[in-house]
Nanobody, 123 residues
Framework: QVQLVEGGGGLVQPGGSLKLSCTAS????????MGWYRQAPGNQRESVAV???????NYADSVKGRFTISRDNAKNTVYLQMNSLKPEDTAVYFC?????????????????WGQGTQVTVSS
């Protein structure tokens, strides 16, 4: 069983910074992509940033130049450094991990989600 535990959310003023973290736990897990998604009230969940196992990154246009995603493969942990935060960044942020599972000659990619952490940007 894989669990994702998030931390680092909170209340910050516009222009401020926050760093989110998410650690995947489980025995002998192999993680493919990891990423951060967010969902504001009344909106659909959207991708914020994704990082591959090799370190390749992809960002939503709305956060490029302000957010940085990184990962520590030895710790099964992904981070999201958020700078120059804006009120429109307010949302619940969810961590995602794609876990690779092998069964005989078949390879499966299972999606796991964290419980979500609230980020509120307000003066």
């Amino acid at each position: 069983q894989v669990q994702l535990v998030e931390g680092g959310g909170g209340l910050v003023q516009p222009g401020g910074s926050l760093k989110l973290s998410c650690t995947a736990s489980g025995s002998s897990i192999s993680i493919n992509n990891m990423g951060w998604y967010r969902q504001a009230p009344g909106n659909q969940r959207e991708s914020v940033a994704v990082i591959t196992s090799g370190g390749g990154t992809n960002y939503a246009d709305s956060v490029k130049g302000r957010f940085t995603i990184s990962r520590d493969n030895a710790k099964n942990t992904v981070y999201l450094q958020m700078n120059s935060l804006k009120p429109e960044d307010t949302a619940v942020y969810f961590c995602n991990a794609v876990i690779v599972r092998y069964s005989g000659r078949l390879t499966y990619y299972d999606n796991y989600w964290g419980q979500g952490t609230q980020v509120t940007v307000s003066s």
